[in-house]
Structures are given as C-alpha cells and as structure tokens.
C-alpha cells in the first residue's frame, strides 16, 4: 500500500542528507567550518520544514459526522468539510456507523494534517464550507486506509483522477469483499446513493 510521508519527516530526511554531504564538500579543515556547517545544517532544517508545512490548513478536529465528512476549527470557527477522494457510505446504509468510526478513530490521539486538493484564487491557509481536503492522521493518508478496509467508495466526479493507490485500495477491498463491498446486491446502489 503506497502512502504519503509526513512532511515534517521529509525535511528531517533532507536536512541531515545536506549536512552529510557539506561535510564530504567541504572537509572541515578551518577554523570555522564545523561552526559553518552547523549554522547551514539548521538554516536548512528551518526553510525545508517551513517548505514542508506549505499548503497545510491550521485548524482542530470538532467532530466526525460520516466516514468522508468531518466539522473542523477552523479562526475561531466551525467549519465542515469532505475527505478527498471518497464517498462515505449513505446514511440508511448498514456500515454507514462502522464507517464513520473507523474514520474517527484513525484522527483520535493523532496528529492531523488538512492539505487543500486546489488552491485557485483563494487566499492562502483559509478553507470553505463543504472543500474536499486531504486528510492525514499520524502522516497516513485517511482516505487511503477507509478505502482498502472497505469503509468508503470512490468519489464519482474525481475517480478518474485520484492516485493509483486510491485505486489500488479501493480495487483491493472490492475483490476482498470488504465492508461496504459485502454485499453488492444492495439493489445496485452505491455507498453514498
């Protein structure tokens, strides 16, 4: 299963590969070069994780009303918004509460991170009523685990342009018979009809 890696983590990775190779660079023979390479290593570290937390939204969870819908903080206000990516279960649907918990339990006790799928012409770090976000919790993408334990569907009107892995999982959980793939004969409905 392919993941997304926690950018934080990334710019950990990059940094420490920087200062590897200034040390092969420059072999610290002066008086000042470890000083240097040190204050370098740092530098680095500061601008790759504020590169890294580029394009995240700052805000809290509130609450979990489906597996594809959550109520967030968002400046002093609540907010709700979608899970990219999928369709949670509708309702009157039997996993519609396996679902929903499964969801809000992947966000209890983790870090979350909410990444806008398109920025357009909005201003930078603000959300809107009803905008599908990605989602991660502990630097795992939700939609990616809903999918492969077959909790959610696909979202219709992006199918055709999620990641491979959101296929794959969704693919996989379909054959497997999982969740909301148990029984198709639900009158050929799908998950959020």
């Not at 209890?108 to 991660?136: W, Y």
Request: aromatic share 6%; net charge neutral; hydrophobic share 45%.
């Amino acid at each position: 299963m392919h993941t997304h890696i926690n950018p934080s983590l990334q710019a950990y990775l990059l940094t420490a590969f920087l200062l590897v190779l200034l040390a092969v660079v420059l072999h610290p023979h002066g008086q000042y070069a470890i000083s240097l390479m040190v204050a370098g290593a740092l530098l680095a570290y500061v601008l790759l994780a504020t590169l890294g937390q580029a394009g995240r939204v700052a805000c809290r969870l509130a609450s979990v009303e489906a597996a594809d819908t959550l109520t967030l903080l968002h400046k002093g206000r609540k907010v709700r918004v979608r899970v990219y990516g999928i369709q949670a279960p509708d309702r009157n649907h039997p996993m519609f509460e396996a679902s929903r918990q499964a969801l809000e339990q992947y966000l209890q006790g983790q870090e979350l991170a909410f990444l806008p799928t398109h920025q357009g012409n909005k201003r930078a770090g603000r959300i809107s009523r009803d905008e599908r976000l990605m989602v991660f919790a502990g630097g795992w993408d939700v939609a990616l685990l809903l999918l492969a334990e077959g909790y959610v569907g696909l979202q219709p009107d992006v199918a055709s342009t999620l990641p491979e892995a959101y296929l794959d999982a969704h693919t996989t959980a379909q054959d497997a018979a999982t969740g909301i793939h148990a029984d198709d004969s639900n009158n050929g409905q799908k998950p959020g009809a």
